[in-house]
């Protein structure tokens, strides 16, 4: 009698395998395709399979071991999980030591679905100072003043149609335009209200009495096997000081506040710091991004906003936890690399 029923269990075993392996080949095969093409569609079907697939393996784990045992295992997974994260919170001193990157700012130095590794700050002045990045020390009075009116320090630089000013762009083919230094925050109200007709009244004519002073450069992009130009920040001028881009500065992650246009967590690029009394804040920039992010009204990251900085990245694995996410979406800037 005991060996029939260990017959039944044994073929009823079979089917659940079978259809596990197909599930996990499809579930394999969507994720491939969705890193490769980029297809929101592909990304929501790989994030049904993965739900259907925990689904499944917990129905037929009830099945084979019960309730009781199976909901010991998945307490103990967690538990396990735990345990690694605390110890990497320990040994890496952040809260956080693992993120991944959502975005295409930083190509060529990081790509979407990349598993990024991060050491937290314990001292800020001296990470700075062993990392050659350059600090600023502006008064307290100063910086609150640039804060209180970051409006007029979000400028950019975009080419322009000399018969239509209203027509930018931040990538411009092999016809050299003009270049000028527009405000941001003006240029996201119009297009918000669906007036980009009237961009071009967002065209300054100088920096003024601005803290931090942009000046830029004209650089070569490649979008899709092709080559074009755009207009870039290359340095900026604080207190007389000129700070040149520097790709060998570490890369940080910073947190944004619900006052600042970016959102989640941002891995860019350290530019320069600004010391005000005794706190420090971030200027950062994407690598592949055109400006610094305080150019697009995204506010200098106090140094407790920060993270941590990146010591290593492992590709494609983040991409699972984007699906999981439900960011499918490829944001903008993703077929365009500025050339380094």
């Known amino acids: 009698?005991?060996?029939?029923?260990?017959?039944?269990?044994?073929?009823?075993?079979?089917?659940?395998?079978?259809?596990?392996?197909?599930?996990?080949?499809?579930?394999?095969?969507?994720?491939?395709?969705?890193?490769?093409?980029?297809?929101?569609?592909?990304?929501?079907?790989?994030?049904?399979?993965?739900?259907?697939?925990?689904?499944?393996?917990?129905?037929?784990?009830?099945?084979?071991?019960?309730?009781?045992?199976?909901?010991?295992?998945?307490?103990?997974?967690?538990?396990?999980i735990a345990i690694v994260w605390m110890i990497l919170m320990a040994v890496l001193e952040t809260s956080s030591p693992v993120d991944v990157v959502a975005s295409c700012s930083m190509l060529p130095s990081l790509h979407r679905g990349d598993m990024v590794l991060l050491h937290g700050i314990p001292n800020m002045s001296s990470f700075l100072e062993s990392h050659n990045v350059p600090v600023v020390n502006v008064s307290p009075q100063e910086f609150n003043r640039t804060i209180a009116n970051i409006s007029s320090e979000s400028l950019a630089y975009f080419a322009y149609n000399p018969s239509d000013k209203a027509e930018i762009a931040e990538i411009f083919g092999s016809r050299q335009l003009p270049v000028a230094l527009y405000n941001t925050?003006?240029?996201?109200?119009?297009?918000?209200?669906?007036?980009?007709?009237?961009?071009?009244?967002?065209?300054?004519?100088?920096?003024?009495?601005?803290?931090?002073k942009y000046n830029y450069s004209i650089e070569n992009v490649s979008q899709n096997g092709n080559t074009y130009y755009t207009a870039q920040t290359s340095s900026i001028t604080i207190a007389n000081t000129t700070i040149n881009e520097n790709y060998s500065n570490p890369i940080?992650?910073?947190?944004?506040?619900?006052?600042?246009?970016?959102?989640?967590?941002?891995?860019?690029?350290?530019?320069?710091?600004?010391?005000?009394?005794?706190?420090?804040?971030?200027?950062?920039?994407?690598?592949?991004?055109?400006?610094?992010?305080?150019?697009?009204?995204n506010y200098p990251a106090n140094e407790s906003a920060v993270v941590g900085y990146v010591i290593?990245?492992?590709?494609?694995?983040?991409?699972?936890?984007?699906?999981?996410?439900?960011?499918?979406?490829?944001?903008a800037g993703c077929n365009s690399t500025i050339v380094r």
């Open 252 to 297: 940080i992650v910073y947190r944004t506040t619900s006052r600042d246009s970016f959102s989640g967590d941002i891995i860019h690029r350290l530019f320069a710091a600004i010391k005000s009394g005794n706190e420090y804040y971030m200027l950062t920039k994407g690598d592949n991004n055109g400006g610094l992010d305080v150019q697009f009204v």
């Open 1 to 80: 009698m005991r060996k029939r029923q260990a017959d039944r269990h044994g073929v009823q075993k079979k089917p659940m395998q079978y259809e596990l392996y197909i599930l996990y080949a499809a579930l394999v095969a969507s994720v491939i395709g969705y890193v490769v093409t980029g297809t929101q569609l592909i990304g929501a079907l790989a994030f049904v399979l993965l739900i259907t697939i925990i689904a499944v393996e917990f129905k037929y784990s009830i099945k084979e071991d019960g309730v009781r045992k199976s909901l010991y295992d998945v307490i103990m997974a967690i538990v396990a």
């Open 185 to 212: 925050q003006c240029i996201d109200a119009f297009e918000s209200e669906g007036l980009s007709s009237r961009i071009g009244s967002c065209m300054v004519d100088s920096q003024g009495s601005n803290l931090i």
């Open 312 to 331: 290593g990245d492992v590709p494609y694995v983040g991409y699972l936890r984007l699906i999981i996410s439900g960011m499918f979406a490829t944001p």
